[in-house]
């Protein structure tokens, strides 16, 4: 049997998708917690650039240790003491530490192992889905890049250019090969998705004289859009809604949520993208039927 072949086995194919998944998952909790810090820094220092702040205050703003996603090494956030790499093994680490630090025995948040085993789960699921093509592997690179959006979102309120207009720009590029959607979709679907929520955020800050959603999320949509085609944006737009309002009242009256924080948006787009990515179709097949048409 061919090494190719080999890997094609259903069972050796997701096993090896689910450790690939655990890999990346644990890289995905470094740039969860780096890449908002990283662009707070380059505002700083753009910031202290444009304002001509004095030298010193420039000068320790250029003079701050490399901090990039490569350096420094992960390192205990309480005692600040480097993990050695046994000791940065994604799930096995934190169990076999207890979830303890090794040096200072602070405990490890639940939530790294956890980001770990959702991407590791949900990257079975794709390679499940689209089989041994490589239709997965792209299905794949969304999937972490929404992972890492929805995460940053929740923390701080924020969807990255960085990581959301380099990807709808490839689906654009994926749509040329008719990879998920044709190219005469994927850029309506671009297009609409950006101004349907653009038009939304405005009627509601006219109507409001608040600000219903960040600019992000016009850009998560287009994605959206520009990868599935514009067929799919009424489900994900409806799909996020649902999700979104229903968890936000559950947060309310359950989890001590005040009315007046913002929730993010972000996070319910990505379900629902996630969900329109694999099982679109078959969504949109339903309510077509259930509507009689």
Not at 1 to 24: D, R, W
Not at 77 to 101: R, V
Not at 169 to 191: M, R
Request: charged share 10%; net charge neutral.
């Amino acid at each position: 049997m061919q090494p190719l072949e080999l890997f094609s086995q259903p069972a050796i194919y997701l096993t090896l998708t689910g450790v690939l998944g655990l890999i990346v998952g644990s890289f995905l909790n470094v740039v969860i917690y780096r890449l908002p810090l990283m662009m707070q820094r380059a505002w700083r220092k753009d910031c202290v650039e444009y304002l001509s702040l004095d030298a010193a205050t420039y000068q320790n703003s250029a003079q701050e240790e490399p901090f990039n996603l490569i350096l420094p090494s992960s390192r205990c956030p309480h005692c600040h003491t480097p993990i050695k790499p046994q000791q940065n093994i994604p799930l096995l680490s934190y169990w076999m530490l207890k979830g303890q630090c090794a040096a200072c025995q602070s405990p490890i948040s639940l939530r790294y192992p956890a980001i770990e085993a959702l991407t590791g789960l949900l990257s079975i699921l794709v390679a499940w889905h689209f089989g041994f093509t490589v239709h997965t592997l792209w299905a794949l690179l969304l999937t972490w890049a929404l992972i890492a959006l929805s995460f940053i979102d929740i923390d701080h309120q924020l969807l990255p250019d960085s990581i959301t207009l380099p990807l709808t720009w490839l689906g654009l590029l994926l749509s040329l090969s008719n990879y998920f959607t044709d190219a005469h979709a994927s850029i309506i679907g671009a297009v609409a998705g950006y101004l349907f929520l653009w038009s939304v955020y405005h009627v509601f800050k006219l109507t409001t004289g608040k600000e219903g959603m960040g600019f992000g999320d016009f850009k998560l949509l287009a994605l959206f859009g520009a990868w599935l085609g514009w067929h799919y944006l009424p489900q994900i737009v409806l799909l996020s809604t649902l999700t979104g309002a229903l968890l936000g009242i559950a947060m309310m009256v359950f989890g001590n949520q005040e009315r007046s924080k913002p929730i993010p948006f972000g996070p319910y787009l990505a379900i629902a993208g996630w969900l329109a990515l694999l099982w679109g179709k078959n969504i949109n097949q339903f309510y077509f039927a259930a509507a009689g048409l």
